[in-house]
């Protein structure tokens, strides 16, 4: 299946046959958060296999800004939906540039908070886990994670412009100047997705196999309204796995037999969902499957 351009946020269309095709279900409907929380860890506990989306209400907790928040101080005349475009790149490439330079700062001087640690104690005590983010930071590095599906790219890398396999870390956010392309000489640009341009190919797919081989999902920090990412939840329901969704507001998600709404911040949540689940179990070796 080929990645869709990421345009303008959507709520992806209902699908009619979730419930119906759901094969594993909770044993209850939770009707509180406490009740959602317990059988969360019950179904986080049975897992063998759990998949992680993640958005960018986890980074917002550690105080990096969302898109849909107002651009502050020589900035606030930009709108991110004005500056986050292959067109701004073309017509004021340093003033993109720069932006994302404020970005990096931004990012740098973040820590990851307790959902990033959670995250990483949960793949600790399961046989698989694959941790996919929307977001363009590197606090779930930071906190420990491993092998991560950045499916919008990174701010702290620069790639070429022209599209050839140049790519450079960014060690400084005070670069004045964008840098060239040692390998063709071409402008580097921001390492990310930019509006109107698809997502990687292979970052989807890794994403979309997991959601579909996964015996649980777990949506954090995202509202599920931009796709493609928005349909990997509803994909995992679909193959018939319990999909948990930690976020500050439930609107717009969808509701269903396998789906446990949890809603709060991820920050207080996350660490008490994973405690529930493994109070008693050590986290397993690098490369080794939990007893």
């Known amino acids: 299946m080929a990645a869709r351009a990421v345009t303008s946020p959507e709520m992806a269309s209902a699908d009619p046959t979730l419930e119906r095709r759901v094969a594993s279900t909770p044993s209850s409907d939770p009707q509180t958060r406490a009740e959602s929380l317990a059988t969360a860890a019950r179904a986080l506990r049975a897992a063998e296999y759990v998949c992680i989306l993640t958005g960018a209400g986890t980074s917002a907790e550690s105080g990096i800004p969302t898109f849909r928040d107002a651009l502050t101080g020589v900035w606030s005349r930009y709108s991110a939906h004005e500056l986050a475009t292959p067109d701004a790149f073309a017509r004021h490439p340093q003033v993109v540039w720069q932006w994302y ?88 640009r921001p390492d990310v997705v930019w509006f109107g341009e698809a997502l990687p190919t292979a970052a989807f797919e890794s994403a979309r196999a997991a959601a579909v081989a996964c015996d649980v999902f777990v949506s954090v920090g995202t509202s599920n309204v931009v796709e493609p990412a928005a349909s990997l939840p509803w994909l995992a329901a679909s193959h018939g796995s319990t999909v948990i969704l930690v976020n500050q507001s439930m609107s717009g998600q969808r509701r269903g037999p396998s789906i446990l709404p949890i809603e709060g911040p991820a920050a207080v949540l996350l660490p008490q969902l994973v405690q529930a689940a493994f109070a008693n179990k050590r986290p397993r070796a690098r490369g080794v499957a939990p007893e």
């Open 101 to 188: 330079a404020s970005r990096r700062a931004t990012v740098r001087a973040a820590q990851p908070n307790a959902a990033h640690r959670a995250l990483v104690a949960l793949a600790e005590r399961v046989s698989h886990c694959t941790l996919v983010t929307q977001n363009v930071d590197d606090l779930h590095q930071r906190a420990g994670s491993r092998d991560v599906v950045a499916l919008h790219g990174s701010v702290m890398h620069a790639r070429c412009s022209a599209g050839c396999a140049g790519r450079i870390a960014l060690a400084d956010e005070a670069i004045a100047e964008i840098p060239r392309c040692e390998m063709c000489t071409a402008a580097l």
